[in-house]
């Protein structure tokens, strides 16, 4: 699994891809606090995951519909990453939640 140290950026354009993790403890003064930015979003559904074990498993947190009033493309951030035993984050796009858009997703401290 790779990890992302502080931030991590992907500009995906295929289902099934993902940013390398990050973890929310990897800045001691910020953490609990992860900042999300997502663009280029307008027919795919961006979700941000979260593991507890390392990698295995991936949970989703929340996602982003593109084309939807609330998206129009870009989304900023301020994900709350202080679940006790929370290992990584990383934010990507499922199989089957493809568009046709080149969404650029960063995650960082």
């Not at 390398?20 to 979700?47: C, F, M, Q, W, Y």
């Not at 084309?67 to 035993?85: L, P, Q, S």
Request: proline share 1%; net charge negative.
């Amino acid at each position: 699994m790779a990890r992302g140290y502080g931030r991590v950026v992907a500009s995906l354009t295929a289902q099934n891809t993902f940013t390398d993790h990050i973890h929310p403890a990897d800045k001691r003064e910020l953490e609990g606090l992860l900042n999300l930015s997502i663009s280029g979003l307008t027919d795919s559904t961006v979700t941000v995951q979260r593991t507890f074990d390392a990698g295995t498993t991936w949970k989703d947190v929340v996602q982003y519909v593109g084309g939807t009033d609330d998206v129009n493309g870009c989304v900023e951030k301020v994900i709350e990453a202080g679940n006790e035993g929370v290992v990584a984050y990383r934010v990507g796009i499922k199989t089957g939640d493809y568009g046709s858009d080149t969404v650029v997703c960063r995650i960082s401290h």
